[in-house]
Nanobody, 117 residues
Framework: QVQLVESGGGSVQPGGSLKLSCAAS??????????MAWYRQAPGKQREMVAT???????EYTDSVKGRFTISRDNAKNTVYLQMNGLKPEDTAVYYC?????????WGQGTQVTVSS
């Protein structure tokens, strides 16, 4: 059973920064072949993709976070990160880690990010 465990969420004022981490673990889980992603879901809204990073470290971002968020991965640590700078109230959501390779997809339990003054 693959486990994705997010950490690093919290409350921050507008303009602040947070760094989310997602650690993957499972017997014989080959982290490096998975495309990793961060999604978020705000109250009353659908879950949306925030950022993705492929096995080859190609990245994509939703338009609203470009230039503010950076996704990265450390295959030696089976961990993906999301550095969030210049946070805005509209970034408030539960952030979920996702791992996908072919038909296999896994989700973390989510971590709350709240941006308010």
């Amino acid at each position: 059973q693959v486990q994705l465990v997010e950490s690093g969420g919290g409350s921050v004022q507008p303009g602040g920064s947070l760094k989310l981490s997602c650690a993957a673990s499972a017997y014989r889980f080959i982290f490096s072949i998975y495309t990793m992603a961060w999604y978020r879901q705000a109250p009353g809204k659908q879950r949306e993709m925030v950022a993705t990073i492929t096995a080859g470290k190609t990245t994509e971002y939703t338009d609203s976070v470009k230039g503010r968020f950076t996704i990265s991965r450390d295959n030696a640590k089976n961990t993906v990160y999301l550095q969030m700078n210049g946070l805005k109230p509209e970034d408030t959501a539960v952030y979920y880690c996702n791992a996908e390779s072919g038909p296999r997809t896994y989700w973390g339990q989510g971590t709350q990010v709240t941006v308010s003054s």
